[in-house]
């Protein structure tokens, strides 16, 4: 072959090699959009990973280095972790990265966290932020962890979180209000505790980073204000999964107080029906409005969020979608 020819023929074959790749890029940022009724197709998880993130005082506890529970490598997921004490200098777990910041608390630390992950040079599928006294069990005995990942692989509700005491609540509740939140294994929610919370990639920067304006008054608002925005730009696509449940087995002293202002709430919910369109404003501000008017612990064991039906398997992931239902 003479060099027009070589160089054509690879001229050719980079072109096709940067095609296909060009292709596959575009199915892994929009697969969520290809509807309900998508059977799930592995093909689109090829190379996508899920990213925990964690804050502790130095090292992971022994329990999160386990290999059936964070410490192995291969099986599709990355951890960072901030010490907000001393550093840790554990290198012997590859997909593990440290980082250090002794000035934080619990929501600067989270976001800390939050930017470490935006800033980063790989795309995950779901944020997982977790407490470091979080452990995982299931009532069927199997192992926690990877059934939860493949929850949010077959699933993928905007926000995915375990059993912390609310599933058999919400039984309750839509006993008395005649409707149902079920799922095949897993139940529509509003309100979860901070502890183990999954955030899709979709959703996350419109729920993130966490509200720290209230902390010297209780470190409850930040969830809080995560919480709100969830329900008024996300509702109807928050699960639990309903076999799995979390436990925290160390409790350190903080600043907690329900009492959060009228003040509080007001700065929470601003401009949140700015972020959803112009058809379900009105909606998402009646979402609002409630908030802004009900004592939220009523407001959270009551909101008609809960009879909404749980999330549908690759449903799309965008603000305000349910606001109106």
């Known amino acids: 072959l003479n060099k027009p020819v070589?160089?054509?023929?690879?001229?050719?074959?980079?072109?096709?090699?940067?095609?296909?790749?060009?292709?596959?890029?575009?199915?892994?940022?929009?697969?969520?959009?290809?509807?309900?009724?998508?059977?799930?197709?592995?093909?689109?998880?090829?190379?996508?990973?899920?990213?925990?993130?964690?804050?502790?005082?130095r090292c992971l506890n022994p329990y999160h280095t386990r290999k059936d529970v964070l410490g192995d490598e291969n099986l599709g997921f990355d951890v960072i972790v901030l010490s907000y004490k001393q550093a840790c200098v554990d290198t012997s777990m590859p997909h593990v990265q440290y980082l250090l910041d002794t000035s934080t608390i619990w929501s600067t630390g989270r976001n800390v966290l939050f930017e470490a992950a935006m800033k980063g040079n790989k795309t995950?599928?779901?944020?997982?932020?977790?407490?470091?006294?979080?452990?995982?069990?299931?009532?069927?005995?199997?192992?926690?962890?990877r059934k939860f990942e493949n929850f949010l692989r077959s699933v993928e509700p905007a926000m995915g979180c375990v059993d912390q005491g609310w599933v058999a609540k919400m039984r309750v509740f839509h006993a008395e209000n005649k409707c149902s939140g079920d799922g095949n294994g897993y139940i529509g929610c509003m309100w979860v505790d901070a502890n183990f919370n999954a955030?899709?990639?979709?959703?996350?920067?419109?729920?993130?980073?966490?509200?720290?304006?209230?902390?010297?008054?209780?470190?409850?608002a930040s969830h809080l204000a995560a919480m709100i925005r969830m329900e008024v730009l996300f509702r109807g696509q928050l699960a639990i999964h309903s076999e799995l449940y979390s436990e925290n087995r160390l409790h350190r002293p903080y600043a907690k107080s329900f009492n959060f202002t009228r003040q509080m709430i007001h700065h929470m919910t601003e401009g949140l029906d700015r972020a959803v369109p112009v058809d379900r404003a009105e909606c998402a501000n009646a979402i609002i409005q409630q908030w802004r008017t009900t004592d939220i612990r009523?407001?959270?064991?009551?909101?008609?969020t809960y009879c909404l039906p749980p999330p549908s398997p690759h449903d799309e992931i965008a603000p305000g979608r349910y606001a109106c239902a």
């Open 199 to 220: 955030f899709h990639y979709r959703a996350v920067r419109y729920i993130l980073p966490y509200e720290s304006k209230f902390d010297q008054q209780t470190w409850w």
């Open 298 to 304: 009523i407001h959270g064991l009551t909101t008609p």
């Open 124 to 145: 995950y599928l779901y944020y997982v932020f977790m407490d470091d006294d979080i452990y995982l069990g299931d009532v069927n005995k199997t192992n926690p962890w």
């Open 6 to 57: 070589v160089f054509c023929l690879l001229a050719v074959i980079l072109i096709f090699i940067l095609y296909n790749a060009m292709n596959y890029t575009a199915d892994i940022v929009s697969y969520s959009r290809t509807g309900a009724n998508r059977a799930y197709d592995t093909r689109y998880w090829e190379g996508v990973r899920i990213l925990y993130l964690v804050q502790t005082e």
